[in-house]
């Protein structure tokens, strides 16, 4: 079985600039989950769609939204790109739940120039 | 709000010794626990899930315990090899963190041959 794939895997912007980042989760499940992963903050939680629905977000501020197709490909954007936002974006996917085993893609590295 | 520490951040041991990561978290209302491994620049691996009803979970050469009471996971590897040189992440879903995994900052495992 795949796992689950993260496209594209390197990105280079500019501030200001916009950016949308792809997920295709593990077939069979519906959870996606995305996190931003730095140095200085770790690993945190964005925000959590199933079936089509945000379920959960975290703390980060409007300029990040994401969504999610009825093929549970996943999908988010950052508009107004900041310095502060390069990271390695990662996506988990789960069968139903953030309670089951999250499976982890590769993650896309987002550099902001 | 719950927090996730991990001790040691950095660990370095000859191959063949058995060791022992550690994990802490505030808030004992989990649903379970999860060790991740992550190889530099990649995505994050499962290892374990412990259900918080759950005391223990084996895989290989790979222990882990649950502790909830006191707040307490170990990740026990028996007799290391180079090829378990990563960074091991364990992570939490709270019950009354809005349904997400709270990481920690991980613990920098290198196994010298």
């Known amino acids: 079985k795949a796992g689950v794939t993260q496209t594209p895997r390197y990105l280079i912007k500019t501030r200001g600039q916009q950016v949308t980042l792809s997920c295709s989760p593990i077939s069979g499940h519906r959870s996606v989950s995305w996190y931003q992963q730095t140095p200085g903050q770790g690993l945190q939680f964005l925000f959590e769609y199933f079936s089509e629905t945000q379920r959960n977000k975290g703390n980060f501020p409007g300029r990040f939204s994401g969504r999610q197709f009825s093929n549970s490909r996943s999908e988010m954007n950052v508009s107004t790109l900041e310095l502060g936002d390069s990271a390695l974006y990662l996506c988990?996917?789960?069968?139903?739940?953030?309670?089951?085993?999250?499976?982890f893609g590769p993650g896309t590295r987002l550099t902001v120039l | 709000k719950q927090e996730v520490t991990q001790i040691p951040a950095a660990l370095s041991v000859p191959e063949g010794e058995n060791l022992v990561l550690n994990c802490s978290f505030t808030?004992?209302?989990?649903?379970?626990l999860q060790w991740f491994r992550q190889d530099p620049g990649k995505g994050l691996t499962s290892l374990l899930l412990?259900?918080?009803?759950?005391r223990e979970q084996t895989s290989g050469r790979l222990n882990a315990s649950l502790d909830k009471s006191s707040g307490r996971s170990t990740l026990y590897i028996a007799a290391s090899q180079p090829g378990d040189s990563a960074t091991y992440l364990c992570?939490?879903?709270?019950?009354?963190?809005?349904?997400?995994?709270?990481f920690g900052q991980g613990t920098e495992l290198s196994v010298k041959p």
């Open positions: 988990a996917s789960s069968v139903t739940t953030g309670t089951d085993t999250q499976y």
């Open positions: 808030d004992s209302a989990i649903y379970n």
């Open positions: 412990i259900q918080s009803s759950q």
């Open positions: 992570a939490v879903f709270s019950y009354n963190q809005g349904g997400k995994l709270i």
